[in-house]
């Protein structure tokens, strides 16, 4: 006697993937131009900015990428003036987003 294992019901599982948009990832390469870098006081600001935002936002240098609603994220990239960071955002807010946390970047100092 052979049996067959039930086939799962797939409804519900359905019904969650079409409830769930899709946004189109923004990712932008900057060079950051503030005075210390992301440091300190500058991460904190960034960070906060982050935080205001629905959207996954990530924030990179090199090949590491991490939460940039994290400040010990941040921190850890050692971002200096000068060099070349990534920045992603994915989400229902995305483009206010990126907008206001690449003012900040490009910003001399906040």
Same mark, same amino acid.
Request: aromatic share 4%; hydrophobic share 45%.
């Given at each position: 006697?052979?049996?067959?294992?039930?086939?799962?019901?797939?409804?519900?599982?359905?019904?969650?993937?079409?409830?769930?948009?899709?946004?189109?990832?923004?990712?932008?390469?900057?060079?950051?131009?503030?005075?210390?870098?992301?440091?300190?006081?500058?991460?904190?600001?960034?960070?906060? &900015?982050?935080?205001?935002? /629905?959207?996954? !936002?990530?924030?990179?240098? =090199?090949?590491?990428?991490?939460? #940039?609603? %994290?400040? +010990?994220?941040?921190?850890?990239? &050692?971002?200096?003036?000068? /060099?070349?960071? !990534?920045?992603?955002?994915? =989400?229902?807010?995305?483009?206010? #987003?990126? %907008?206001? +946390?690449?003012?900040?970047?490009?910003?001399?100092?906040?």
């Amino acid at each position: 006697m052979v049996t067959h294992a039930k086939s799962p019901d797939l409804t519900k599982t359905w019904a969650f993937l079409t409830k769930r948009q899709v946004f189109d990832l923004i990712r932008k390469n900057l060079v950051v131009n503030l005075e210390q870098g992301l440091h300190a006081r500058p991460a904190s600001v960034f960070v906060r &900015a982050a935080n205001a935002f /629905q959207s996954e !936002i990530r924030i990179g240098k =090199g090949d590491k990428l991490t939460n #940039a609603k %994290s400040i +010990l994220g941040v921190l850890s990239l &050692a971002i200096a003036k000068g /060099q070349e960071m !990534i920045l992603e955002i994915d =989400g229902p807010d995305e483009e206010e #987003a990126a %907008s206001s +946390l690449e003012q900040i970047i490009l910003s001399k100092e906040v």
